[in-house]
């Protein structure tokens, strides 16, 4: 199993333009999300998602738009990129678990930089 | 909103001796906490889960604490290796709240 992998590792932008990150997992998880990290501030929700064609908003949503067509895949979105947006951005998924809990299995990252 | 609080500086120590990471946290009450790893470049990968009815849980060298009257758990990691260097991150349940994390450096 690859688990969860991201796509692309790196990107560099230019303010203004848009893009899509994508998530695939195949651990047949319920529950994806999008976190970003940035230094000194540790994870922050963007946006999850608790089964296919269901997404809800995170801590810091401004800026991203998600979609979860397929069970296996969450795509983050980018509309129109901002310095602010540069950051290494996480995706995880996980199954609710006994008595409620939910232990998440991130992927590696992607390292956005917008200029 | 909740808010969640780690050792704000690094902790560099001697090999096998024991660190203690402390997680701080207020405005809630998690109904479980966890503790993940992260090495450089890499997401954080899931190390242990205690409940709010558990005091203590362990694994293999690491050992957890729950107190829920400090609102504050505890993560030790005894005999420490130069390959236990890494950042270590508590997260609140559903919350979905990770702290900002403490990175370890253990010296041979």
């Known amino acids: 199993n690859a688990g969860v992998t991201q796509t692309p590792k790196f990107r560099v932008l230019k303010t203004g333009q848009s893009m899509t990150l994508l998530c695939a997992q195949d651990m047949n998880h319920e529950y994806m999300y999008w976190y970003r990290q940035d230094p000194g501030m540790g994870l922050r929700l963007i946006h999850y998602s608790v089964g296919e064609g269901t997404t809800a908003k995170g801590e810091v949503p401004d800026g991203y738009n998600v979609s979860r067509l397929k069970k296996q895949n969450f795509l983050l979105g980018l509309e129109s990129a901002a310095p602010s947006q540069t950051s290494v951005y996480f995706c995880a998924s996980s199954s609710p678990g006994l008595a409620g809990t939910d232990t998440q299995y991130f992927g590696p990252g992607t390292r956005l930089t917008v200029l | 909103s909740q808010k969640i609080e780690q050792n704000s500086e690094a902790l560099n120590i001697q090999e096998g001796k024991t660190a203690t990471l402390t997680c701080n946290y207020t405005n809630y009450s998690p109904a479980y906490l966890q503790w993940y790893r992260q090495d450089p470049g890499r997401g954080p990968v899931f190390l242990l889960l205690i409940r709010e009815n558990e005091k203590e849980k362990r694994k293999e060298r690491l050992k957890v604490t729950f107190d829920t009257t400090l609102k504050q758990s505890l993560f030790h990691i005894t005999a420490s290796q130069p390959a236990d260097s890494a950042t270590y991150l508590c997260?609140?349940?559903?919350?979905?709240?990770f702290g900002a994390g403490t990175t370890v450096t253990v010296r041979a």
């Open positions: 997260a609140l349940d559903y919350k979905l709240s």
